[in-house]
């Protein structure tokens, strides 16, 4: 493990369980800038299929990292940010890659009241994901993780909500959002490789988010935005249920 002489400016997380298949590519992708200003830390779930092998073959290349159970994606993301010294925080998948250099994010780190957000490049589907956000657009969407930098100082007050295993860090920016203290800055740069293929956000639904989204809508978004989703939420459920009812006539053959 490096050992810290001073502050690094940015801390790279990556949470991984039996990732054996793709965590060195990842390592590999943040390796190579790992230094004074630049901490790695990598939160291992208790793999047992050789994960914690690769990760202990990169140890001069990590700056931290730890195997033992966790609770989920999000509460080893918190552990993770335990861990972290950086002035800002950058989340990487263990099937994901850096694909910009540090040394093109850090001048753009400017305001630590400031949570800055790029693009990420979507391996499977090949589409970049996805330009500027507005309060529309984040109340349907939410912004890539893998291509947020958060001031460090976010998670004293907005830790992940575990109640959400998939996309808690879409309640996160919902609250970034509402909170004033902080605002959101679009830089035109990808900053990340996602692998969209096998990330558990896109396979899975998150269902406790699903049931929690209309009051998410109505506590973090002006009335209209909070109106016109809701009615459309409200309406697709309507109308699901309505089909599910409707009996399908046997086809005679004559």
């Given at each position: 493990m490096t050992i810290i002489t001073?502050?690094?400016?940015?801390?790279?997380?990556?949470v991984v369980r039996n990732g054996v298949a793709s965590i060195k590519t990842c390592i590999d992708s943040?390796?190579?800038?790992?230094?004074?200003?630049?901490?790695?830390?990598?939160i291992d779930g208790g793999s047992s299929d050789g994960t914690i092998d690769i990760i202990s073959k990169h140890d001069n290349a990590i700056t931290f990292w730890s195997s033992e159970p966790d609770e989920g994606i999000y509460d080893a993301m918190n552990k993770g940010l335990r861990q972290a010294h950086g002035q800002w925080v950058l989340f990487l998948g263990c099937d994901d890659e850096l694909a910009v250099s540090p040394s093109q994010l850090i001048p753009c780190l400017?305001?630590?009241q400031t949570i800055y957000y790029g693009?990420?490049?979507w391996r499977h589907s090949g589409r970049t994901h996805d330009g500027p956000f507005s309060a529309v657009k984040l109340a349907?969407?939410?912004?890539?993780q893998q291509a947020i930098l958060y001031p460090r100082s976010v998670f004293s007050k907005h830790p992940f909500n575990l109640r959400y295993r998939l996309q808690s860090d879409w309640e996160l920016n919902m609250r970034c959002f509402t909170d004033h203290e902080y605002r959101f800055e679009y830089l035109p740069l990808t900053i990340s490789v996602y692998n969209d293929a096998t990330g558990a956000s896109t396979l899975s639904r998150d269902?406790?988010?699903e049931a929690d989204y209309i009051s998410l809508l109505w506590r973090h978004f002006p009335?209209?935005?909070a109106a016109w989703y809701s009615a459309l939420v409200i309406g697709g459920r309507i109308l699901r249920k309505l089909r599910m009812g409707c009996k399908i006539p046997a086809v005679q053959v004559k």
């Open positions: 001073h502050p690094p400016i940015l801390s790279i997380i990556t943040v390796a190579k800038y790992v230094g004074p200003d630049i901490e790695y830390i990598v400017k305001s630590a693009n990420a490049y349907r969407t939410n912004i890539c269902l406790a988010l009335g209209p935005i």
